[in-house]
């Protein structure tokens, strides 16, 4: 199941936080090498400060994570344009009330796959539904993101609908590119899609 929630609700949540920081770790420092800044198990950045909106992927009783990512207004500061800037290949930084900024897109794999075969595919799909329910209900017409080739490749296979907004870059030696996601209800649909057939 799905839980939306905000940093300032980290005290009602306390123990699914800890658990998303913990993962966040593991994911992006252990495994992907990242040169993410990691205090006793935790990764947590300044971006975390900003009272950003979390999508998180939970078990029903809300006790585990599986999934979770994070979302911050392009008004303000966001990783695009303090950390990733050259992602942009010189065109503008991307500013706009109507655009949401995606990051720290992560999956306990362990955890989905205790579902099934198809629970990875189900987990990550669901933040992914997660992800444009929400920002299709909040108004929003565009996302922006900052990912590898690899998770690029998932992305479409998906039926994310999006462009890159520039050339390939390199950090931490992974090939890294920026892409506008298109919001609306056809993704929406796409993303229900196997849900559907799985239902049926």
């Known amino acids: 199941m799905l839980l939306i929630v905000h940093e300032d609700q980290r005290s009602e949540y306390s123990d699914i936080f800890r658990q998303m920081y913990e993962l966040r770790a593991r994911q992006f420092k252990d495994r992907r090498g990242w040169r993410v800044d990691v205090t006793n198990g935790l990764e947590r950045d300044r971006f975390d400060d900003l009272n950003p909106l979390y999508i998180c992927v939970v078990s029903p009783d809300r006790k585990k994570l599986m999934a979770s990512l994070r979302l911050l207004p392009t008004t303000g500061p966001h990783m695009l344009s303090d950390v990733f ?46 992800l444009f329910a929400t920002a299709h209900d909040r108004g929003m017409k565009q996302i922006i993101s900052v990912f590898d080739v690899y998770m690029e490749r998932i992305l479409a296979r998906s039926g994310c609908i999006f462009d890159r907004v520039g050339p390939v870059q390199r950090y931490d030696n992974l090939r890294t590119v920026g892409g506008l996601f298109q919001v609306g209800p056809e993704v929406i649909e796409a993303l229900r899609r196997p849900e559907q057939r799985t239902a049926a």
Not at 85 to 99: F, H, K, Q, T
């Open 85 to 130: 800037p050259e992602v942009m290949g010189g065109a503008p930084i991307v500013r706009d009330p109507l655009i949401l900024e995606s990051s720290r897109f992560c999956v306990d794999t362990q955890m989905a796959k205790s579902f099934g075969p198809e629970g990875l595919n189900h987990v990550t799909r669901e933040l992914l539904l997660g």
